[in-house]
């Protein structure tokens, strides 16, 4: 069973944010999110480009082959590039999260991300 506990701001000074989880009883934190200080907006809940959202979610659709959704391309994907407010996207991810607890079936994640797109 994976449980997402909390996000935060990141300390790694290329990561924007820290996800804390519990997997089968043991915790586990992953840092996500690329911090580029030349573009400021480089993830969709900041920028509310559609264009750029498409674009990333295409170009890292390979992201979803680990089959781990605590890994930090699913978090930047299901969290940063989702919807257009961070907490709503949080909201959506603990969601799927929930539904893939019930199921143990990633396709919770892959049929949602191939609705992304249409």
């Known amino acids: ?4 506990i909390k996000i935060v701001k990141s300390r790694l000074p290329t990561k924007k944010w820290t996800a ?4 089968d009883g043991k915790n586990r ?5 690329y911090k580029n200080f030349n573009d400021l907006k480089n993830d969709y809940t ?3 480009d559609d264009k750029r959202r498409r674009l990333y979610l295409l170009r890292h659709r390979k992201d979803l ?6 890994m930090a391309g699913y978090l930047s994907m299901f969290i ?3 919807l257009k ?3 709503e996207s949080i909201e959506k991810y603990k969601q799927l999260l929930t539904e893939y607890n019930k199921s143990n079936d990633i396709n919770v994640f892959k ?3 191939n609705e992304l797109l249409l």
């Open 1 to 4: 069973m994976i449980e997402l």
């Open 20 to 23: 804390f989880f519990k997997i």
């Open 29 to 33: 934190v992953v840092n996500f999110g």
């Open 46 to 48: 900041l920028n509310k």
């Open 65 to 70: 082959n680990t089959n781990k959704p605590y």
């Open 80 to 82: 940063l590039w989702n």
């Open 85 to 87: 407010s961070r907490q």
């Open 111 to 113: 049929d949602y991300y």
